[in-house]
Structures are given as structure tokens and as C-alpha cells.
């Protein structure tokens, strides 16, 4: 028997997903990251709903494992954990507070589009120095999240987070 | 986590149809693959290594949908079966030729897709109606991308165009195998789940005609946006697991670190 002083409520699952970061962007938690779209308790069984920002993300098993790990060590009895795509992950769901935190870590923060075709010609500013005489590289970049840019004033590289 | 099939929807024939969109983009994410650390700039590497990720991303997303209905799981599917028992269309098997080859391949493929995942906006399958609307908005990426090359490389100096003309000249009849009739395609068209592969392939064309054109390149294919007509022969075969040797080295290389530990935890 797992000795606990306190009752497995949503609210302390809530707590402890918001404390797993993203292995890829770690100042965002999963909750941040709207990657968590809800969760259900019943006694001590818990089910976590998740919608994956790209599917391909190498990410997804790392962030399973430790949501499986982290709500068992919490005193769930199982953890089963199900996808969904309904609606999609969208980046604009991240809230403004979070996307001050994708630019304070140095990546820009998706801009808003209803075509990603649009968003080649979208200005986006250098998360370092502010200019927005930056120029796309890629739209791709080191995760499948990501897209390379280059900033004409600072010269530095950076990255700017897929709109999606 | 398993789905229960609605007894209006064609058991059969629904899982030839998720097994192909599986093996199409697990045979062209491996062959895309090829090019990490080999593309002509460093750009296209890491553009061609995304794509290869985010093909076998959504290759695993229609195994998995699979595995729900059937049981049997993606790495058996992808790592057990032997080269003879896929139905990927032979196009996404071929070699990566040269750069000019793997753009323009990439390019109708991810036509292809557009029209495909597109098409499944109304399917009669909930679960595979979800999923295509998820896996669009990745696709979009990647054919703004092939697309923007096809463009700049078809009507750019003599040299890219020669390589962009050997590209459509091979690569066009082999795609149009990509809309090969499935087994039991009759009764996915009748209880909605898609449109069926000839409508597929008419809006395909008429997508990929004047972006061709417009790069200068000559394309096998008469007529106006209303229909287009082609007189270029298919290279099917595929669906019906009969493929070229080209599969089975393929296959030999995707498989090769599996079969040595098929028990092997990574």
C-alpha cells in the first residue's frame, strides 16, 4: 500500500503535468504546450488525453513515458494515455504568456495565419535584438517544429516556431 | 485502445486502403531519408531529413489506426512483413535518383496528398476523417516547399531545366500508379469513405498540369482546367504487392537492424 496525505484530485494531476516540460523547447510544460487536452479520474485511475504537435515528433514517446511515470510516482493505481486529433493541435492555442516565454528562450513565437502559405511573407521579429529585418533560411529547422531564420541587424541565427 | 467498425463501412477494403497510405509514406520517408547528410546544400539536408520525419511520423499515425482495427502493430507491419507483401504504388519505391528526380517526385507526391487527405475531409470514417485533417496541415509544408523548387529549378539556367525535364519524364507515369484501384475500392466509393482513386487523380492533374507548365516543362497531358486528359502509361502494380527489385533492397536496408534484435527495447 502507497501511504498518501493527500486525495488524487484533477487538480493536483493538472499540477503535476504542468511540472513535465517539452524535451525540445524545455521552458514549456506539456500544459503550456496545450499538448495535454484533458484529463479523467476515476478512484485512482487516471486517462490523459493528448493531441501531438507534428505526429512525427521523436519527442511523443519520451513525453508518454514520463507523463506514465510521473502520475504513477503521484499514487495513480494506471495511467492509460490516449491521442486525439479532434480538433488538431493548433499553435494558436498557445496563450500569450507562453509565447512570451518561446521569445524570451531565444525562438520566435508562431505568427498567426489562416494559410501557412501566408506566413512566408509574415515579418517576423529577431527574438534577441527586436529587428524585423530578419529573412526565412528553411521553413524547416533542427525539429520538425521549428524553422530556421537568419536576423540581417544582430547577425545571429534563430529560429521562429512553426505556425501550424 | 480498439475501434469498432460501423456495420456500414467495408471491413476489407478499409484496411487495404489505411495499409497503403501506411506503406506510401513509410517507403518515401525511407527513401527521403537517403538524402540526410548527402543533399547538394545544407538547406535542402535539413529540409529532405524533416520531410523524411514527418513522412514516417504519419506512416506510424495510419499503422497505429491499423493496429485498432486488426491487432497487429506497426513494428510488425512495417519490420516483419517481407518486400513482397507491401502495397505502396512502385513510385515512392524507386530509387532517389538525382536531386532533380527526388524534387519532382516529392513534388506530385505531395499533390497527391493535398487532394487525398483532402478528399478523406468528408469521409464516412470518423477516426480516418480525423486523422487526414491533422496530417494536411504538415503536408503543407512540404508541398510549398517541393513546389517552390519545382518552380525555381523547371524555369531556372538550361542546367536545372535539363535535370527538372528528366524528372517529369520519368517521374509522370510512374505517379500516375499512385492512383492504382484498390482491392474493393467499389465499396469504399459507395459508403463514402472516398471519392475513389479516378476522381483523385483528375483533380490531381489538373493541379499539377499548369504549375509544371508554368515551369517551362512539358508534361504528357492535354486539355483545359475543366479535364485533363493523359496518354502516358501508368506503372501500376503496386497495390497488388507486385513490385520491382527495387522494393526489395529497400526493404532489405529498413529492415536490416530490426531483424538482427526483433526483441530489442531502444
Known sequence: MVERDTILEERIIWEELGKITDPEIPVLSLVDMKIIRNIGLVDEKVTVLISPTFVGCPALEHIKHEITTRLLALGCSSVEIQTTYSPPWSSDMLDENVREKLRAFGIAPPVHATEIQATLTIPTACPFCGSLRTTMESEFGATLCKQLFYCDDCLQSFERFKTI | ?266
Not at chain 2, 463501412?9 to 489505411?18: A, F, K, V, W
Not at chain 2, 520517408?29 to 535542402?44: D, M, V
Not at chain 2, 468528408?122 to 508541398?143: P, V
Not at chain 2, 497531358?221 to 485533363?228: K, P, Y
Open chain 2, 1 to 266: 485502445m480498439n475501434i469498432e467498425l460501423p456495420s456500414s463501412l467495408p471491413r476489407e477494403p478499409l484496411l487495404n486502403l489505411i495499409l497503403a497510405l501506411a506503406d506510401d509514406e513509410l517507403m518515401l520517408g525511407h527513401r527521403n531519408s537517403e538524402w540526410t547528410g548527402y543533399a547538394p546544400i545544407l538547406e535542402e539536408d535539413i529540409a529532405f531529413s524533416n520531410i523524411a520525419q514527418d513522412e514516417l511520423g504519419h506512416s506510424l499515425v495510419w499503422f497505429t489506426l491499423y493496429e485498432q482495427l486488426t491487432g497487429k502493430s506497426p513494428d510488425a507491419m512495417a519490420f516483419e512483413r517481407t518486400w513482397n507483401h507491401f502495397t505502396c504504388c512502385r513510385f515512392v519505391t524507386y530509387p532517389k535518383g538525382d536531386f532533380g528526380y527526388t524534387v519532382m517526385r516529392q513534388y506530385l507526391f505531395d499533390e497527391a496528398e493535398k487532394v487525398r487527405l483532402g478528399a478523406f475531409g468528408q469521409c464516412s470514417m470518423q477516426q480516418l476523417r480525423e486523422i487526414a485533417g491533422k496530417l494536411i496541415r504538415e503536408e503543407t509544408y512540404h508541398l510549398m516547399h517541393s513546389k517552390g523548387l519545382v518552380e525555381r529549378l523547371g524555369d531556372g539556367t538550361m542546367e536545372s531545366h535539363r535535370h527538372m525535364q528528366a524528372a517529369v519524364d520519368e517521374a509522370f507515369p510512374q505517379a500516375l500508379g499512385m492512383f492504382e484501384k484498390l482491392e474493393g475500392e467499389d465499396e469504399l466509393v459507395q459508403s463514402g469513405v472516398f471519392s475513389g482513386n479516378d476522381m483523385l487523380k483528375a483533380e490531381w492533374l489538373k493541379r499539377i498540369v499548369p504549375v509544371l507548365t508554368l515551369a517551362t516543362l512539358r508534361v504528357p497531358a492535354t486539355g483545359q482546367n475543366g479535364s485533363i486528359e493523359t496518354t502516358a502509361t501508368p506503372d501500376e502494380g503496386g497495390r497488388r504487392k507486385d513490385h520491382t527489385l527495387h522494393l526489395k533492397q529497400l526493404v532489405g536496408d529498413l529492415q536490416q537492424v530490426y531483424r538482427i534484435a526483433p526483441t530489442a527495447k531502444w
